[in-house]
């Protein structure tokens, strides 16, 4: 398994030559997106990127972290393939210490958000935006509490924006606190264990803890600390962590921003967030991620994602047997579902789906499939639909959500697929180093 914070992980990569250190100086403002998505575009991902010396800041920058499929299976110890049912997570709750090294700097009086490196990905991006956060907020009724990949712009040295989607677990807090009339404390931390800014991506169910099933993922549970001017925890072994509040009905204009899809998000009001403190370890690395036209890193944290929330949704959707987000979807936009059986039929299926809460109900298509088709195979899951499908039966168009489902799996229509006998299979196998083509 994986060491315990994003330095020991970089620190991994380097080891397996999954690493390269860029020691010329560069610049957050398009340099590091323009090289980093140059990279992460090569056949393998690139390797992971250690910008040194960043223009403008003392601290360097890290990107490209999570860019392959080996390096999510280092990042997560390979659990998510192991991955199948919904863990006991108390045993992995979090453990609370003292002098954590997150805070081995701390700035009350005059904290400055300036001093960190933070991205600008695309050149109309309304301001440089820190892309890779872990945002803490909590539940002023429960007090149970939430940590969310919500993208964070920077505006000057102490107010940045939060940009959470409606539905999420920021959104609700905020919705809630803003019923009542109050500020919300907000923490955002940068770093930390790998498994827990995996588990921030991911819609987790309400119940379940986001820093619980990151020690679950861990195999241990994760180190935490108190925040200084707020009642949150983050990680104790973050490399920044930004203390402050959201005040209910104060907006400001956040984005465009050059967003996942490779397209700009437009410009929209999003809650103010006020710093009221700000701590580093002394010499911090920021971690970023770079998004855009896939293939990028996200991608590779996408399919990680979609096997983690299998058991869950297989909680409500016992039919489903895989699941595989498709990169070019960007996440949720697109999914192939391998099924065994439908037996309230393809229609009913995804309409209980489309209406659920779960990750697949903002999808755009979805592709049904029968459960002998591996989903990750999109070259096999493109033929089913080909070949299966009947665009005036099997097409399902949402109208008011503008989605779409195809069924793909087989139709009792008489038609049988030719496939090679098994017998000759094996003795063509048996028999390949015979034909001179090596070992197989």
């Not at 994986?2 to 690493?19: K, M, N, T, V, Y």
């Not at 102490?158 to 809630?176: D, F, N, Q, V, Y």
């Not at 195999?219 to 935490?224: C, H, I, L, Q, Y």
Request: proline share 8%.
């Amino acid at each position: 398994m994986p060491d315990g914070d994003i330095r020991d992980f970089i620190a991994l990569l380097e080891s397996r030559g999954q690493l390269h250190r860029v020691a010329a100086e560069v610049d957050p403002a398009l340099e590091i997106a323009e090289i980093t998505d140059r990279v992460s575009k090569q056949p393998d991902g690139g390797k992971a990127l250690l910008f040194e010396r960043v223009r403008g800041s003392a601290f360097p920058a890290a990107t490209n972290l999570f860019g392959s499929p080996q390096r999510m299976r280092l990042a997560l110890g390979g659990i998510y393939e192991q991955f199948h049912l919904p863990p006991d997570l108390r045993e992995f709750a979090p453990v609370d210490v003292a002098n954590p090294p997150c805070r081995e700097v701390v700035e009350r009086e005059n904290p400055d958000l300036a001093i960190f490196p933070s991205l600008k990905l695309m050149p109309e991006d309304g301001s440089p935006f820190i892309t890779l956060p872990l945002v803490f907020t909590k539940d002023p009724e429960t007090g149970a509490q939430n940590c969310g990949m919500y993208r964070v712009q920077i505006h000057d040295g102490k107010a940045a924006t939060i940009r959470w989607l409606p539905g999420s677990g920021g959104a609700r807090h905020c919705e809630k606190y803003a019923t009542r009339g109050e500020r919300m404390p907000v923490a955002v931390a940068v770093g930390g264990p790998p498994a827990l800014i995996v588990a921030a991506c991911a819609p987790l169910p309400d119940e379940v803890d986001e820093i619980a099933f990151a020690g679950f993922m861990r195999g241990e549970a994760v180190e935490t600390a108190k925040c200084l001017t707020c009642d949150l925890t983050v990680p104790a072994n973050a490399e920044l962590v930004i203390e402050g509040y959201v005040d209910p009905g104060e907006t400001r204009l956040e984005g465009p921003f050059g967003n996942h899809t490779g397209y700009y998000s437009p410009a929209a009001p999003a809650p103010v967030f006020h710093v009221t403190c700000i701590s580093h370890r002394r010499n911090a690395i920021i971690p970023a991620t770079v998004v855009g036209r896939p293939p990028v890193e996200d991608c590779h944290m996408a399919e990680a994602v979609g096997r983690l929330m299998l058991p869950f949704l297989r909680r409500e959707f016992p039919e489903i047997a895989d699941l595989r987000f498709i990169r070019e979807g960007i996440f949720h936009g697109c999914a192939a579902l391998s099924v065994n059986g439908l037996s309230g039929g393809f229609e009913a299926f995804i309409r209980r789906v489309w209406s659920s809460d779960g990750i697949l109900r903002r999808s755009k298509l979805l592709v049904v499939v029968n459960t002998d088709v591996d989903a990750a195979d999109i070259s096999c899951v493109t033929w089913r639909v080909f070949n299966n499908a009947n665009w005036k039966r099997d097409v399902l168009i949402d109208e008011t959500g503008g989605r779409m489902a195809v069924d793909a799996t087989r139709k009792p229509d008489g038609r049988v697929e030719a496939r090679m006998s098994e017998e000759m299979r094996a003795i063509v196998s048996a028999r390949w180093e015979e034909y001179g083509f090596g070992v197989e």
